[in-house]
C-alpha cells in the first residue's frame, strides 16, 4: 500500500523556492531541499528524478503564481496610466528595502534564461504583462509601444534601485514610472 504524501506538491515547490531565494538555485540540492522540507532525500529523488527536473518544477510554480498575481492585478487596477502604475508597483512588493533579496532574485532569472521551457514562460508573461499595460493607455496613439517602453523603464527602476535602495522598493518604483508619465504625457 503506498504511502500518503507529508507534503502537497504546492507546500513542497514553495519551500524548494525559499532554499533558492535565500540560499541561490545552485544549492537547492536534494539534501538541502530535504533538509527543509523534512522528507528523505529518497522521496525527494522519487517525486523529482534530478535535481533539475526539481528546479524547473519549482521555478514553473514561480511562474504560476506570479501569473495569478499578475491577472489579479491587472482585472482590479483601473484600465488608465494610474491604473499601468499600480499594476507594476503591486509586482515590486515582494523586496521591501532588501537588495540583496532582489539580487538573489537575479539569480532565479539567470535559472529562467538557461531553460528554454522557463524562458518560454517568461515571454509569455511579458507578452500578458505587455497587453495588460497597453489596455492601460488604450487612448494613447501607440498604447503597445508606451507598455514595452514603460515595463523597461520599471525593470531599468528595479535595478537601479538594487544598487542604492533608498527605501522600500515599492516607493522608489512608483516614483520612477510617476516621472515616466509625466514625461510621455507632456
Not at 524562458?119 to 503597445?144: K, M, N, V, Y
Request: charged share 20%; with cysteine; aromatic share 8%.
Amino acid at each position: 500500500m503506498p504511502r500518503h504524501r507529508t507534503l502537497s506538491d504546492d507546500q513542497l515547490l514553495a519551500m524548494v523556492l525559499a532554499v533558492i531565494h535565500s540560499k541561490g538555485p545552485d544549492a537547492a540540492t536534494f539534501a538541502a531541499v530535504a533538509k527543509a522540507s523534512g522528507l528523505s532525500g529518497s522521496t525527494l529523488v522519487q517525486r523529482f528524478a534530478t535535481k533539475a527536473a526539481m528546479l524547473r518544477a519549482a521555478l514553473l510554480y514561480a511562474w504560476d503564481r506570479l501569473d495569478a498575481e499578475t491577472a489579479r492585478l491587472a482585472e482590479n487596477v483601473p484600465k488608465t496610466p494610474e491604473g499601468a502604475v499600480a499594476l507594476l508597483v503591486g509586482l515590486s512588493q515582494d523586496y521591501g528595502d532588501n537588495a540583496a533579496a532582489y539580487g538573489e532574485g537575479l539569480l532565479v532569472l539567470r535559472e529562467d534564461f538557461r531553460d528554454p521551457v522557463l524562458r518560454a514562460r517568461g515571454a509569455a508573461w511579458g507578452t500578458a504583462l505587455t497587453t495588460d499595460i497597453a489596455r492601460c493607455f488604450a487612448s494613447a496613439s501607440a498604447p503597445e509601444t508606451i507598455a514595452r517602453l514603460m515595463l523597461s523603464q520599471w525593470q531599468g527602476s528595479l535595478t537601479w534601485w538594487g544598487f542604492g535602495p533608498d527605501g522600500p522598493v515599492d516607493a522608489y518604483v512608483e516614483t520612477e514610472l510617476r516621472r515616466f508619465l509625466a514625461a510621455v504625457t507632456s
